[in-house]
């Protein structure tokens, strides 16, 4: 079982990056996926989240409106597109999945079953 995260990089405030996050070896559409990111000296913290079927997300308040989170089912893949980058975004991100804890509630927990190893996005002012 393993998560692939790509796409990161460095992108000047108020550019875009889009991160994918394939998952091999089980069934994508029985878990509901998500982004956590940690910054330097911070604790990782929930960023988004998505149902199985993609029909409801959920997103920390400061990237409300700038960041979308979705799924295609057939290419076991979740992407994050993130708009409008701020220096604060820049984070180590973690895509993560779980079977059974709601995409509603992962905003106050961080135990899901499988976590990816990262990838790197450094916004500069």
């Known amino acids: 079982v393993q998560l692939q995260a790509s796409g990161g990089g460095l992108v000047q405030a108020g550019g875009s990056l889009r991160l994918s996050c394939a998952l091999s070896?089980?069934?994508?559409?029985?878990?509901?996926m998500g982004w956590f990111r940690q910054a330097p000296g911070k604790e990782r913290a929930f960023v988004a989240s998505?149902?199985?079927?993609?029909?409801?997300?959920y997103y920390t308040d400061s990237v409300k409106g700038r960041f979308t989170i979705s799924r295609d089912n057939a290419k076991n893949t979740v992407y994050l597109q993130m708009n409008d980058l701020k220096p604060e975004d820049t984070a180590v991100y973690y895509c993560t999945c779980d079977t059974q804890k709601s995409a509603s509630t992962w905003y106050r927990r961080n135990d899901m079953d499988i976590w990816g190893k990262g990838t790197l996005v450094t916004v500069s002012s």
């Open positions: 070896g089980r069934t994508f559409s029985n878990y509901v």
């Open positions: 998505i149902s199985w079927t993609g029909g409801s997300t």
